[in-house]
């Protein structure tokens, strides 16, 4: 289901939209991170992706799972700038994070996040675990049963790590005593 380990790409973002502060991979440390790099003149992405992490955002905890747009521009990038993409996010309601992917300032028109992730393009939905290791980059619609199936995988996983870290044994997790073992 998912690759071997690999730390996440920093973002490297220009502004931020639906956040009071700068936001990092760093700084979302222990929570898994759903991200999708979008551009709001992609069909793609207004009809499949930005609706996929809004209902992300409302189904899974905040505390346990954060959502995150990248608005990642390499085409008509004089109709897509920050006071559009403004009226885009309210017009669509889009309640989560979003940050505007530096340009690269070279001739190559993807911007500096998109090149670090090596993205063909959009919509491109990123999983990244609490220990910010990029588990899974997708180009183009992920089903939402398995999206949400791999969220779920990705918060268990967290949990039994902590478990684990804070002292816990695996029989002790999993409700064992002297006749069985129970699944909790």
């Not at 017009?91 to 993205?119: A, H, I, N, Q």
């Not at 939905?125 to 939402?144: K, M, Y």
């Not at 199936?149 to 990705?154: D, G, K, Q, T």
Request: one cysteine or more.
């Amino acid at each position: 289901m998912f690759k071997e380990l690999t730390p996440a790409p920093e973002w490297d973002v220009d502004q931020w939209f639906n956040s009071s502060a700068p936001i990092s991979i760093a700084s979302l440390r222990g929570k898994v991170i759903v991200a999708g790099a979008f551009q709001m003149l992609c069909p793609g992405c207004v009809s499949h992706l930005i609706p996929q992490l809004k209902s992300v955002r409302a189904l899974f905890p905040e505390d346990k799972v954060a959502v995150i747009g990248l608005h990642t521009v390499f085409e008509h990038h004089e109709a897509m700038g920050p006071a559009s993409l403004k009226a885009f996010l309210h017009e669509y309601r889009v309640p989560f994070p979003v940050g505007v992917d530096k340009p690269s300032g070279s001739s190559d028109p993807s911007p500096l996040t998109m090149r670090r992730y090596r993205m063909r393009g959009t919509p491109t939905l990123l999983l990244i675990d609490a220990d910010g290791n990029l588990r899974s980059q997708t180009f183009g619609h992920v089903p939402d049963l398995q999206l949400g199936a791999e969220i779920s995988f990705l918060l268990q996983e967290r949990d039994i790590l902590a478990r684990a870290d804070n002292g816990e044994g695996a029989a002790q997790n999993a409700g064992c005593d002297d006749s069985a073992c129970a699944v909790n």
